[in-house]
């Protein structure tokens, strides 16, 4: 059933990726009820066959509360033989992860967290851009595919503007700005090894950082919060994806929750923003409400999630996002 599914997936997928100029996306998601797994398709930039050349990243998830572990066993073989045969790819070229929080010595485990050290790498292709993107040695590959039609959106409309990537990860959206033509732009994110990654993302453009370009490790939400350094640091276009959850010490209860913090957060970013500019917020969290009075006086807010949303995505709320803009008005 689930590589059935596969198959036909992929002949809709791939036919639908070269039409868009994309070779990687979502192939599966919980579609056939006793496998309810995610399923991811990257496909090698000038393969041959694109729907045959390629690698899938797969997270399985447990199947019944009451599996016996040796059950749990038996339906993870099962699932990962169907991904081979639906997809009539070699044992290396399926790269399994556990999502959700794993359980180590030393407690929880963070998303962002190095979890092996293979460093199987890879070049792939979105709208003509490249990415490098790391298969074996994180829980996420470096490259968020449900921000595709974001990414794309923020390159277009980037010409002669100034950008600010904040939470940026590998700095996907910085990178489409640079190619859009953006005439400055700034990179925030804590990880060394995240913005290392995004100098790579650059060089893989040919581009790489300057004093216009500025790439800065600092906590988003202390760099924020200190505002703007002169009059002339404002942005056109701000990008804002935060993770749900962030152990920081600058908020006041000692950590950043997005449900909780969000209006001082988007306060914070009303400074850094020009005249007639605008704000990409967006969220991962479930339970997140945007409160009206959280939008900042002279900003309006609509929700753009219904476009933002990949349509290779069967989950349509795998995130929620907004388009703020100075000088909208708010129906509070
Ligand atoms: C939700 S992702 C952002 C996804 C990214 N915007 C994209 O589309 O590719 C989380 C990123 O936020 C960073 N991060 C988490 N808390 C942070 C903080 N307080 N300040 C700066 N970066 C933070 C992590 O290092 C990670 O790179």
């Keep these: 059933m689930l590589g059935e599914r596969l198959a036909n997936r992929m002949k809709h997928l791939a036919k639908w990726g070269r039409k868009q100029g994309i070779s990687c996306f979502r192939l599966y998601e919980r579609d056939v009820p006793d496998y309810p797994a995610i399923v991811d398709w990257y496909g090698d930039p000038n393969a041959a066959d694109p729907t045959r050349d390629g690698?899938?990243?797969?997270?399985?998830?447990?199947?019944?509360?009451?599996?016996?572990?040796?059950?749990?066993?038996?339906?993870?073989?099962?699932?990962?033989?169907e991904i081979l045969a639906g997809l009539n790819i070699p044992a290396e070229r399926l790269h399994v992860k556990h999502r959700g929080r794993q359980r180590t010595g030393d407690g929880d485990r963070d998303q962002y967290e190095?979890?092996?050290t293979k460093s199987t790498t890879k070049i792939v292709d979105e709208h003509g851009i490249r990415f490098e993107i790391n298969l074996s040695d994180y829980l996420d590959v470096g490259l968020f595919l449900d921000h595709r039609p974001t990414r794309?959106?923020?390159?277009?409309?980037?010409?002669?503007?100034?950008?600010?990537?904040?939470?940026?990860?590998?700095?996907?959206?910085?990178?489409?700005?640079?190619?859009?033509?953006?005439?400055?732009?700034?990179?925030?994110?804590?990880?060394?090894?995240?913005?290392?990654?995004?100098?790579?993302?650059?060089t893989l453009n040919g581009l790489s950082s300057d004093r216009d370009h500025q790439v800065i490790q600092a906590d988003c939400l202390q760099w924020l919060e200190a505002g703007p350094s002169s009059e002339h640091e404002r942005y056109d276009?701000?990008?804002?994806?935060?993770?749900?959850?962030?152990?920081?010490?600058?908020?006041?209860?000692?950590?950043?929750?997005?449900?909780?913090?969000?209006?001082?957060?988007?306060?914070?970013?009303?400074?850094?923003?020009?005249?007639?500019?605008?704000?990409?917020?967006?969220?991962?969290?479930?339970?997140?409400?945007?409160?009206?009075?959280?939008?900042?006086?002279?900003?309006?807010?609509r929700e753009i999630s219904n476009r933002s949303?990949?349509?290779?995505?069967?989950?349509?709320?795998?995130?929620?996002?907004?388009?703020l803009a100075e000088g909208w008005e708010q129906r509070r």
């Design 55 to 81: 690698d899938a990243v797969a997270w399985l998830h447990a199947r019944k509360k009451d599996d016996t572990p040796e059950k749990e066993i038996e339906h993870r073989r099962d699932a990962q033989a």
């Design 114 to 116: 190095r979890v092996d």
């Design 152 to 202: 794309r959106s923020v390159g277009e409309r980037a010409a002669g503007k100034r950008v600010l990537n904040l939470f940026a990860y590998t700095g996907a959206f910085s990178v489409h700005a640079r190619a859009g033509g953006a005439v400055a732009t700034t990179t925030v994110d804590m990880s060394r090894t995240y913005l290392d990654w995004y100098e790579r993302n650059l």
């Design 237 to 301: 276009i701000v990008i804002c994806d935060p993770p749900t959850f962030s152990n920081s010490k600058r908020m006041k209860a000692g950590s950043f929750a997005i449900d909780r913090d969000h209006p001082d957060l988007l306060r914070w970013i009303a400074r850094f923003v020009a005249p007639k500019g605008e704000v990409f917020f967006s969220t991962n969290s479930r339970s997140f409400e945007l409160d009206d009075s959280a939008v900042p006086a002279g900003f309006g807010s």
């Design 309 to 323: 949303v990949p349509d290779d995505f069967r989950n349509q709320r795998i995130h929620r996002c907004w388009r």
